[in-house]
């Protein structure tokens, strides 16, 4: 569930982990999950089925958010703009962004955006995670976004791994050489907590991380929790 602390504001849990009070109940965990996996249908791919403005950096009114999310579905009728900033604030996967009275998603779009994220204080090597027979596929023609408008990249192999195993059993890691890509003159962008994003991955930049490492990060992780 997910309550407020007045000191040091909302977190996850019975009792706040900074000073263990109680709290303030905001909701439970069902209705959390329910209400995020709308946020993150609606910010990343279908703001127009809940009749939302969407700007071209995706960024949508959270109180236009909660409002129509609420009106969509009258079980949520009790929905306000401080549920929205709990979800974000107790996400641990930065998935969302609060900025001004609006929110947005942060990586995994579908819906045409321009991205103003940081680009700064990238690490030095990423992760991508493939399916092993498609490995090779990869290796030769590089890395490109599919059904999505960026390629999503992890910061850790563990990341990679866990992220890979919602759609891949074991599956393959590659590592990305990002000094040689930011030096080819590619972009790559900060998006959420362990998510970095680009347009395409070329395949001179591209290793294969031995299968014992991607299975020990496996082993490490939680086991295909999604993005």
């Keep these: 569930m997910i309550r407020e602390c007045e000191l040091h504001g909302t977190f996850e849990g019975e009792l706040c982990p900074a000073c263990n009070s ?4 905001i909701m439970n965990g069902s209705e959390r999950d329910q209400i995020a996996r709308r946020m993150a249908g609606i910010l990343r ?5 809940f009749d939302l403005e ?3 950096n995706g960024w949508v009114s959270i109180r236009d958010l909660s409002n129509a ?3 969509k579905d009258k079980r949520k009728h009790w929905l306000r703009d401080r549920h929205i900033q709990a979800i974000v604030d107790t996400d641990p996967k930065g998935r969302y962004e609060i900025r001004g009275g609006n929110v947005r ?8 955006i321009e991205l103003d994220l940081p680009t700064d204080n990238i690490p030095e090597l990423l992760f991508y995670p493939v ?4 490995l090779d596929i990869h290796l030769e023609g590089g890395i490109h976004p599919g059904g999505r408008k960026w390629v999503h990249l992890s910061k850790t192999i563990t990341n990679a791994a866990n ?5 891949h059993f074991q599956p393959a890691i590659i590592e990305i050489d990002i000094i040689q890509m930011q030096a080819s003159g590619n972009t790559i962008f900060h998006a959420g907590t362990t998510v970095y994003l680009t347009e395409v991955v070329d395949a001179e930049f591209l290793s294969h991380v031995p299968y014992d490492d991607t299975e020990y990060a496996l082993m490490l992780g939680e086991w295909g929790e999604e993005e």
């Design 45 to 49: 791919h279908f703001p127009e089925k």
């Design 131 to 134: 399916a092993r027979d498609e």
């Design 163 to 167: 992220a890979g195993a919602v759609h």
């Design 105 to 112: 998603a942060t990586y995994a779009h579908t819906v045409e």
């Design 54 to 56: 969407m700007d071209i």
């Design 69 to 71: 999310i609420a009106r």
């Design 22 to 25: 109680e709290g303030k109940f």
